[in-house]
């Protein structure tokens, strides 16, 4: 067994045990954090795979910002386990019939029929100056333009939605205006000096 | 020495594993010693700005103060407190140190020597100081208390939001230099008129935006609200005590310096000399080595680190996060065009 098979079974054997660990754990804190690394690991097969762009993008991106924001939102949560699983066998029947379904759609996709050393031979190895970065973004930019800014566009309005959607103004909510204060103008604005008769 | 050479010859050959650990291990303790001094540095200059004299007690001028606060970190007990969660607990600054330390195996400190030459080195860098936050996140929920956890919240908003700039910031540096490899965006920065040359004249307000972006990220004052004594005592790490505080502690100015490191290498020309094509000081300053040049820039860049948190009181949190997002962002965005359209048209003494 090469150097290289040996860290391909090591991180795909913690990236199966942490995917588990994701969907067994009752502690939704600690499946987050499986999930942190599953991303990971899958981030190092990528890596294996000389796609190195995309691997720390992965890191970058779902590592970085998704899940810290993912985590964030599931530490605040109260969850009570108990009532989670209240229905848990009256869906099952369901819960399986799609599970099983879905599992055969992949299986027919990307199964060992349709990928394999026969199918996609090896590719070549690269030279070492090769720059994995360099050869996306040229073809991103050129021949992938349109589905490329067509994508970003989407994102763009789902992101306006979404603060459209959860967006509100409380009127009973007080806010300090920052470009009211910078108006301010020495005199009255800001102090006024009263003057008055002394009590006795 | 000759036998030496060729010993480090052979390792490359044959046992290159043991060859990079050795150059682990040499960027790694004199960081250690550099951090421990950072601390020494920061309470003498703080002392100095306040009219006071800082630590003078240990060892000439308390120059073994460091040392000393070691060793006391060290022979203290470590205080796991009840109802936390304990592996947890435990890992958290492990995940704040390392990627601090990570990150340094692409800084190149001289022209060349660099531990891992890759070309997608920039993304690798954005991405590790990215994944520091988890430490933070980590440490302040599983101490089980509310103010570590507030602590750990604000944070997390924090860097998440000051990221976005400080990547776009970047965006702008590697637009400039077009390269992601750090070596080749200092080797852009070169030029016959010394550090007119180096990118912080043209990208001046990236420039600007990212050391201050850096300052967030690295929880400093003025924006060290998630530890802010006054409100949630010490904010993340109020449970935490000897070595795992310790490690917090380094993770911190571990990450400062690396953010130095940064700014030095993205807009301060890293390796480069400052009078290099200069008339009389340019030729007379020649033999300086890469390296010094380079140590100079960080030890100048971490001064500001220091200088900042003595002189401007915290920020509030929501004047923070308009300053992130309101100001920041848009001003990148804004001058990563300008960028844009200066390296296309091929502007005068830096693009051309």
């Known amino acids: 067994m090469t150097f290289e098979l040996f860290v391909f079974y090591l991180f795909s054997f913690i990236l199966v045990a942490a995917a588990l660990m994701v969907i067994t754990r009752r502690n939704p804190v600690h499946s987050a954090l499986f999930l942190v690394l599953a991303f990971f690991t899958s981030a190092g097969i990528w890596l294996l795979a000389e796609a190195e762009f995309l691997a720390i993008v992965l890191v970058l991106v779902y590592v970085g910002a998704v899940m810290v924001l993912f985590l964030f939102v599931v530490m605040m949560l109260d969850i009570d386990v108990a009532t989670l699983r209240a229905g848990f066998i009256n869906y099952l029947p369901v819960a399986l019939m799609v599970a099983v379904v879905m599992a055969l759609e992949i299986f027919v996709i990307v199964g060992p029929g349709n990928f394999g050393l026969d199918v996609y031979p090896s590719p070549p190895p690269l030279p070492t100056d090769y720059s994995n970065t360099e050869a996306l973004g040229s073809v991103l930019y050129t021949v992938y333009m349109y589905p490329f800014e067509i994508a970003a566009v989407i994102l763009l309005v789902a992101i306006i939605a979404a603060i459209g959607l959860a967006n509100r103004t409380r009127s009973d909510s007080k806010y300090q205006d920052p470009s009211l204060q910078v108006k301010v103008r020495k005199g009255p604005d800001r102090i006024q000096v009263v003057k008055m008769e002394a009590e006795d | ?352």
């Open chain 2, 1 to 352: 020495m000759d036998s030496l050479i060729s010993l480090w010859e052979w390792l490359g050959e044959n046992l290159i594993i043991i060859q990079i650990l050795i150059k682990i291990v040499l960027i790694v303790a004199p960081l250690m010693l550099c951090v421990a001094y950072f601390t020494y540095a920061e309470r003498k200059i703080i002392g100095y700005m306040q009219v006071r004299i800082g630590p003078n007690r240990v060892g000439p001028k308390g120059w073994l103060q460091p040392i000393a606060d070691a060793v006391k970190l060290m022979f203290k007990e470590i205080v796991i407190p009840s109802g936390a969660n304990k592996t947890l607990f435990l890992i958290a600054p492990m995940l704040t140190l390392g990627p601090a330390l990570a990150a340094w195996a692409v800084i190149p400190f001289s022209d060349g020597l660099v531990l891992a030459d890759i070309n997608a080195a920039l993304l690798y860098v954005i991405a590790l100081t990215s994944v520091g936050v988890y430490g933070v996140l980590i440490a302040g929920w599983a101490s089980n208390s509310k103010y570590a956890f507030l602590g750990a919240m604000r944070s997390a908003a924090q860097i998440v939001s000051y990221e976005i700039a400080m990547g776009f910031a970047l965006v702008g540096v590697l637009v400039a230099a077009g390269s992601l490899n750090l070596g080749d965006i200092v080797r852009a920065q070169q030029g016959q008129a010394g550090f007119l040359d180096w990118f912080w004249l043209p990208l001046m307000p990236l420039f600007l935006i990212y050391f201050i972006s850096g300052v967030a990220e690295t929880n400093r004052a003025p924006f060290d609200v998630a530890e802010g004594e006054s409100e949630i005592v010490a904010g993340f790490h109020v449970e935490y005590s000897g070595m795992p505080f310790a490690v917090f502690f380094l993770g911190e100015y571990a990450n400062m310096i690396l953010i130095s490191a940064l700014t030095a290498l993205f807009f301060l020309g890293g390796w480069l000399s400052p009078f290099h094509g200069f008339p009389v000081i340019g030729p007379a300053l020649e033999w300086v080595p890469g390296m010094v040049w380079f140590f100079l820039k960080v030890m100048f860049v971490g001064f500001f680190y220091l200088w900042l948190r003595a002189t401007f009181p915290r920020y509030r949190y929501d004047q923070i996060m308009r300053l992130g997002w309101k100001v920041f962002i848009p001003i990148t965005i804004v001058w990563i065009a300008v960028v844009g359209l200066a390296v296309v048209l091929e502007m005068p003494w830096w693009f051309d």
